[in-house]
């Protein structure tokens, strides 16, 4: 069965970081590209970030490119999503996904970024 | 980047029903289009993928279909457990976008 266990998320300030982590099973994780979505609170669906099977290229909307940071640890089945200078409209449920199709999806974490 | 106009916002149907969810794309996107039922407090579950295909465990009673730029998804017979948020996906080219999402209420 294909498990996808995100964590690390939580109540953070304005302008600090944190790293959202996510736990994969079930499954071959390097045959697959991963990615986060994310969905603020009583909003739609969005697609924030993407990484390749080795890591080697990776994939940002634009309203998170040079802030945020997504990897991989294949040898771990671990997925991350490394956030620095938070702002207000980062806050959001993350999900943690498999690329084809999103077919596969975690429960989520919760980030709140508020003073 | 190419959107995903989703149609109607909120929907209310009666069991047994038969409900239909639009999207159109703003360009061609091929089959390259999925969808999603969300339910409250839930991750979402994929139902449709290549715009027609149904994902495994999906019931019979949703398929997908396309015209052109425009897809549809189609609960041939509505339950009770089919209430919940309903999204698009177009996975044809990054950034991949959703549709705004359908809320579909019991009448």
């Known amino acids: 069965e294909v498990q996808l266990v995100e964590s690390g998320g939580g109540l953070v300030q304005p302008g600090r970081s944190l790293k959202l982590s996510c736990a994969a099973s079930g499954f071959t994780f390097s045959d697959y590209y991963m990615a986060w979505v994310r969905q603020a609170p009583t909003k739609g669906l969005e697609w924030v970030a993407s990484i390749s099977y080795d890591g080697g290229s990776t994939y940002y909307r634009d309203s998170v490119k040079g802030r945020f940071t997504i990897s991989r640890d294949n040898a771990k089945s671990s997925l991350y999503l490394q956030m620095d200078s938070l702002r207000s409209e980062d806050t959001a449920t993350y999900y943690c996904t498999t690329v084809q199709w999103f077919a596969y999806w975690g429960q989520g974490t919760l980030v709140t970024v508020s003073s | ?107």
């Open chain 2, 1 to 107: 980047d190419i959107q995903m106009t989703q149609s109607p916002a909120s929907l209310s149907a009666s069991l047994e029903e038969i409900v239909t969810i639009t999207c159109q794309a703003s360009q061609d996107i091929g089959n390259w289009l999925a969808w999603y039922q969300q339910k409250p407090g839930k991750s979402p579950q994929l139902l449709i993928y290549g715009a027609t295909s149904l994902a495994d465990g999906v019931p019979s009673r949703f398929s997908g279909s396309r015209s052109g730029t425009q897809y549809s998804l189609k609960i041939s017979r509505l339950q009770v457990e089919d209430i919940g948020i309903y999204y698009c996906l177009q996975a044809y080219s990054a950034p991949n976008t959703f549709g705004a999402g359908t809320k579909l209420e019991l009448k």
